[in-house]
């Protein structure tokens, strides 16, 4: 199996182990070569882009749709977790450049992810940022991701953002 030239497998692993692993991981599709579309330098977002649109932008608010297709699904039919975490970072740095001076870069410091219900295939989010709190050096940025259909609480993320250049300590 060419998966043993490519790792170091600990002989202490049962080999049931191992063929279940790899199994899964063909199943799962992570063996799979990244289609030419999205295998671009930028592909990531034209991956997203596709999928996510701007509703509303207001200083310190950011409302934005999210239809939930192929290219975004994990092997279960539901919007993929790795996808959540993508767009809830690409909004709320949206969410977070409607406040800050133009000049400013800024760097994400910490995403926390609570995935409480999927959002399966066809479905539309609404996705929406808001800024809890913003400072010199820091600001922070919450994205809720509901159900278009039921309203339902599907994802939530909170993103903290250092602002930079940082203060002098």
Same mark, same amino acid.
């Given at each position: 199996m060419a998966t043993e030239t490519l790792v170091k497998i600990s002989q202490d692993v #049962?080999?049931?182990? !191992?063929?279940?692993?790899v199994r899964f991981?063909? &199943? $799962?599709? =992570?063996?799979?070569?990244i289609p030419p579309p999205?295998?671009?330098a930028d592909g990531? *977002?034209?991956?997203?882009? *596709?999928?996510?649109?701007?509703d509303r932008v207001q200083r310190g608010?950011?409302?934005?749709?999210l239809s939930v297709g192929p290219p975004l699904l994990n092997a279960y039919g539901g919007l993929?977790?790795?996808? !959540?975490? =993508?767009?809830a970072e690409r909004v709320a740095?949206?969410?977070? &450049? $409607? !406040?800050?001076?133009?000049?400013?870069?800024?760097?994400?410091?910490?995403?926390?992810? *609570?995935?409480?219900? =999927?959002? #399966?295939q066809n479905s539309e989010?609404?996705?929406?940022? *808001? !800024?809890? &709190? $913003?400072? &010199?050096?820091v600001t922070v940025v919450e994205v809720n991701f509901k159900s278009k259909k039921s309203e339902k609480l599907a994802f939530a993320a909170r993103a903290t953002f250092f602002n930079m250049p940082l203060a002098k300590l």
């Open positions: #049962p080999r049931e182990h !191992v063929d279940e692993m991981l063909e &199943r $799962t599709g =992570a063996s799979d070569s999205y295998a671009a990531y *977002s034209d991956l997203l882009c *596709s999928s996510l649109r701007a608010k950011v409302s934005c749709l993929h977790g790795g996808a !959540v975490a =993508a767009v740095i949206g969410c977070a &450049r $409607t !406040v800050m001076h133009k000049d400013k870069e800024l760097f994400l410091g910490e995403l926390s992810i *609570s995935y409480l219900s =999927a959002a #399966p989010l609404i996705i929406d940022a *808001s !800024v809890v &709190r $913003t400072g &010199r050096n």
